[in-house]
């Protein structure tokens, strides 16, 4: 493995937010699911038949989404994790999930009630896609819609609603929980995130660019403090798969298709799986 190439200090990074890969052969990187369980069961099957002893595998996050069965996917996440680490060398930081714009959002929608303008932060969310999570626990968007309109209280009691509903699947509120910001090998090959990042900024104090800075990662024309190469897996413009020799896009496009991407220690695309 490539534990003896290393081209830099990996950065003191927060071990709660990020996710460093050490040992590594190849990493698999599974773009945007958003809620499609049938899709994500169908590029799991193919993906057990091809994953490698020495390889890892990270999620880019979007778990929840406007599909057919967000809470659904969530199990399906769950049960292919356990039988991943089932497998020969695998260990638990072998598997990274990144935290979404769609899990951003649910994390938020948490913490509604504190919010200025909650009816207003509510329906931006809504826009976004956040009411396939909300209907998928079994509640609706326009619950929470007049929970705002009446003020903390009922705000509170709503989204107090939301988290029992994910505390009763098994596994969920454990997933959601281990959620990371970005996923960085050590020895800075790769580096993978959500949607985007600010190329003018450390790693660590990225803040909200990993969901809400598109621009940044197109804007990359070079490696992003010596990191080579940088792999995200949503698209806001939905423009497909895009390798580039910097960075690459795993985005299913407006195809609406669910693609996994293998990256060896050269930062090379050597396998991709769509469905």
Known sequence: MNTQRERAATPALDP???AVFGSWRRIWAVASINGRRKSLVALH?????????????VYLGNYFGDGEDPVGTLD?????????????????????????????????????????DASGVLSWMLEQGISGAIESYGHSAEQGLQAAGRGTQALMSWTSRLREAMH???????????LKRACLTADRTLLFV????DPGRPLEI????FWW??????????????????VRGFDPDQRGVDIG?????????????????CFDNEARLVDRITM
């Open 245 to 261: 020799d910097y960075r690459a896009s795993l985005d299913g496009g407006t195809q609406r298709s669910l693609v996994a991407g």
């Open 194 to 197: 959500h949607a985007g990042l």
């Open 76 to 116: 399906e996440l769950i049960a292919f994790r356990r039988a991943i680490l089932a497998m020969r060398g695998m260990a638990p930081g072998d598997i990274v999930f990144l935290r979404g714009s769609q899990e951003e959002m649910w994390h938020k929608l948490q913490q509604l009630h504190l919010a200025m």
């Open 45 to 57: 099957d193919v993906l057990a038949d091809r994953f490698r002893f020495g390889d890892r595998l």
């Open 213 to 230: 800075n598109p621009g940044g990662f197109r804007a990359l024309n070079k490696p992003y403090r010596n990191i080579r190469y940088v």
């Open 168 to 178: 009763r699947h098994p596994g969920h509120n454990a997933l959601m929980s281990q």
């Open 206 to 209: 990225q803040s909200d660019a």
């Open 16 to 18: 709660d937010r990020f």
